[in-house]
């Protein structure tokens, strides 16, 4: 049985250099700790890391024997968000924790019927497209937002809703 090169690091975008085979991934499947993928170059080797990791275009799987397989963003299905008042339309993004990708001139959210409706109705104009997904990470330097749900109960202290984060991580509530 032979033995697939393994990764138990990640070099990140900006701190490694030098030849490296490369791994296309979309926005989901760069959010990873254990994996067996396929380099561009055929070679299939296994992810092996000590916690999920959020991965971006440019960071670098470093294989045990040296080697590096770059990260890329796959194409992906997204809507290009763009409007007379940017910052109040990213707010509303914002406000609803869904990735997005901030360009000067437009932003970049994964394809969402709901979340496009909604910016419709706010002036927003939504065209579909398909190109990499680079969204930001957390405030908190590198990582990912979690998307969530919201679940309203409506009753005379108000509203409460709770997030159901991605990947069922965390759960947390709150009352407005």
């Not at 901030?102 to 394809?111: F, G, K, V």
């Not at 969402?112 to 398909?130: F, N, P, S």
Request: glycine letters at 10%.
């Amino acid at each position: 049985m032979t033995t697939l090169p393994t990764s138990h690091e990640i070099a990140r975008k900006g701190h490694w250099s030098g030849d490296a085979d490369t791994v296309t991934l979309s926005y989901e499947d760069r959010f990873l700790r254990r994996k067996v993928l396929t380099a561009g170059s055929g070679q299939r080797f296994l992810v092996d890391l000590a916690h999920t990791e959020s991965l971006d275009h440019g960071d670098a799987f470093r294989l045990a024997d040296g080697g590096l397989v770059e990260v890329r963003a796959a194409e992906e299905p997204l809507l290009a968000v763009s409007g007379d008042d940017l910052p109040r339309i990213a707010w509303h993004i914002g406000n609803r924790h869904t990735p997005c990708q901030i360009e000067p001139a437009r932003l970049l959210i994964q394809r969402d019927h709901v979340i496009r409706d909604m910016l419709q109705r706010i002036g927003a104009t939504v065209a579909e497209v398909d190109e990499p997904f680079t969204p930001e990470g957390g405030a908190y330097g590198h990582g990912r937002t979690h998307g969530h749900d919201h679940s309203h109960s409506h009753g005379p202290e108000g509203h409460a809703h709770e997030h159901s984060h991605e990947h069922g991580h965390q759960h947390h509530s709150h009352d407005h």
